[in-house]
């Protein structure tokens, strides 16, 4: 079955370390996305990637980076820099145009200590 | 900066009652817009979509929402909500001229057998 998946499921670090969460989509999207999800906050955009080897930053990006190596691949780095790391955080993918709707992974929780 | 509010941050109801969910947009522009719906315990999914056409549109599950342009407003609605509705709602905007969608805070529906 085509989809996005994220991996771990739940992820626990120590304060002051980077972590790399994983996002592999087999859709043959050219977009993929980062959100972080906050109660009552809703989604935010963290990073989006339209072409391999490209990226843009979205509302959020600082203490985050991104590569977009392989068009299957999008993994999110939340480094050290990170103010508020701790967070739920969701990969998704398009086909490129405003038409296009967003795939959503399962996510990822980040627990930072 | 486009922003999109969703009035309802916790909705309760019964089963078989009618739902509304507001979502209202700021943008002057032509937009698409989105509903999505998060299960307990899984990924994002697409309920509807509008991109032109007849503003009301008809998603999965017996759910519906009316775009109307005047009052850049895209409301979800139910006539009888079921308890497997449960779940949390989010509206969201993508411009035609842009790349990037704008999620409102979420809505949670609780519905009670």
């Known amino acids: 079955d085509g989809g996005i998946t994220q991996s771990p499921k739940y992820l626990f670090r120590k304060e002051g370390q980077n972590v790399t969460l994983s996002c592999e989509q087999n859709?043959?999207?050219?977009?993929m996305y980062w959100y972080r999800q906050d109660p009552g906050q809703g989604l935010r955009l963290i990073y989006y990637s339209q072409i391999v080897n490209d990226f843009q930053k979205g509302d959020i990006a600082e203490g985050y980076s991104v590569s977009r190596e392989k068009k299957e691949s999008f993994p999110l780095t939340v480094t050290s820099a990170q103010k508020n790391p701790t967070a739920f955080y969701l990969c998704?993918?398009?086909?490129?145009?405003?038409?296009?709707?967003?795939?959503f992974g399962n996510g990822t929780r980040l627990t930072v200590t | 900066a486009q922003s999109v509010s969703q009035h309802n941050h916790h909705v309760i109801l019964s089963e078989a009652a009618s739902l509304e969910l507001g979502c209202n947009y700021s943008y002057g522009g032509t937009v698409n817009l989105f509903w999505y719906v998060q299960y307990p315990g899984q990924h994002l999914q697409l309920l509807l979509k509008y991109f032109s056409g007849d503003p009301l549109v008809k998603g999965i599950k017996g759910f519906e929402a009316e775009f109307i342009k005047s009052k850049f407003s895209f409301n979800l609605r139910k006539p009888s909500v079921q308890w497997s509705d449960t779940a949390e709602y989010f509206c969201?905007?993508?411009?035609?001229?842009?790349?990037?969608?704008?999620f409102g805070t979420g809505t949670s529906l609780t519905v009670i057998p």
């Open positions: 859709l043959n999207h050219d977009a």
């Open positions: 998704a993918s398009s086909i490129l145009g405003q038409n296009s709707p967003l795939h």
């Open positions: 969201a905007v993508i411009p035609r001229t842009g790349n990037q969608f704008y």
